[in-house]
């Protein structure tokens, strides 16, 4: 039995697992930033102690935000290019009360050589370790759309690079409350407006001047209240392709997940033209499984 935890900034989800086949799942609301004086050794005994209960024993594998600096217990970065060895080796064992011990899988960073900015991912490296097996061997990309959108070059079983884009933050930022918000409208990425919004990416004046296009459009009645937010989304999913795809050249691409921030980056890449290969499933388990192997022998 194996407990895999996605612990990440606003959500807490645990999977039981045995075989590699999921028994039960719980999800909750106790993200790091929601810990609100708690410490997550209570949390995670109340959430999951039934289960630490009926199998004593039971190994447990946390990665994402839990092993921040503001986490459970800092877990430092491994630097790219690194695999499932370099990843397993620097994860951090903690007290777990009932539970003995969990280990907190660390982040990667990648420094850019040409210009030294760093990059970092936290969470995101144990799916792709549950996706390297997919990768051929001349290598491939894979974007992992959310909040902070992630495009990874994978190579021979490991992480070679990737870069973030900020796409799913800026458009919950700029559209709640503002003059973008319109009837407050989700976003439809097979409307008429998102197409809208994705091409008014190639006009002049850049990212902040586009952005209040979708003020003057529904101004001007090509625009209904209720598309507002859909114009955004397609202008920044446009801007990500256009510096995602630029980096990627012909290399297969494969497009993770099955959010809206997915369907978005979906209908994005239709309108660019460009081949990819959707990919849906729990890879989160997938790489807890890879890295228990190492850790725990689970």
Known sequence: MLLALDWGSTHLRATLLRD???VDAVRSADGVRNLRGRRCEEILAELCGAWAAAHPGLAAVASGMVG?????????YVSAPCGLSEIAAAAVPVPAG????????????????????LDVIRGEETEILGLLDRIPPDGAVLCLPGTHSKWALCRDGRIVSFRTWLT?????????????????????????????????????????????????AMLGG??????????VSGLLVAHELRGALGRIGDLPLFLVGDTPAAGALARGLQLSGRSFERLRGDFHSRGILALAGRLTGA
Not at 100 to 116: H, S
Not at 178 to 204: H, N, R, V, Y
Request: net charge negative; hydrophobic share 40%.
């Open 20 to 22: 590699g086949e999921t």
């Open 68 to 76: 921040a600096r503001e986490g459970w217990r800092e877990a430092p």
């Open 98 to 117: 009932i539970f003995g011990r969990v280990w907190i899988v660390p982040g990667v960073q990648v420094q850019e050589t040409a210009d030294g900015t």
């Open 168 to 216: 799913g933050e800026a458009y919950e930022r700029l559209t709640v409350d503002s003059l973008l918000s319109g009837d407050g409208s989700p976003a439809d990425p097979g409307s008429e407006a998102f197409a809208l919004g994705f091409d008014a990416a190639g006009a002049e004046g850049g990212l902040l001047h586009q952005l209040f296009l979708a003020r003057t």
């Open 222 to 231: 090509r625009l209904r209240p209720d598309g507002v937010r859909g114009f």
